[in-house]
Nanobody, 113 residues
Framework: QVQLVESGGGLVQAGGSLTLSCAAS????????AGWYRQAPGKQRELVAR???????NYADSVKGRFAISRDNAKNTVYLKMNSLKPEDTAVYYC???????WGQGTQVSVSS
């Protein structure tokens, strides 16, 4: 069974950094165009960043200049490097593969002020 597994979340102070990873299990599944989304309590899930299979990226205005999405196709993994974190970045972060609509279980990111 194919799964996307996020990791790297945690508690960090404002101004700190975290790197999230999204890895695929399943021997034949390859992550294609993918995205990171987040959902804060009481809010709708929102797009954070996405990356195409060839590395073209897009970002939400709220994270431009602070977050960077990347991929390592050899490791079948997508990353989200988050710098200059703010309390408003606190949320559960999810990754998804757009072609298959697979979603991971999410990883909690909490930023204290």
């Amino acid at each position: 069974q194919v799964q996307l597994v996020e990791s790297g979340g945690g508690l960090v102070q404002a101004g700190g950094s975290l790197t999230l990873s999204c890895a695929a299990s399943g021997s034949t599944f390859r992550i294609g165009s993918a995205g990171w989304y987040r959902q804060a309590p009481g809010k709708q899930r929102e797009l954070v960043a996405r990356i195409s299979s060839i590395g073209i990226t897009n970002y939400a205005d709220s994270v431009k200049g602070r977050f960077a999405i990347s991929r390592d196709n050899a490791k079948n993994t997508v990353y989200l490097k988050m710098n200059s974190l703010k309390p408003e970045d606190t949320a559960v972060y999810y990754c998804t593969d757009y072609r298959t609509n697979y979603w991971g279980q999410g990883t909690q990111v909490s930023v204290s002020s």
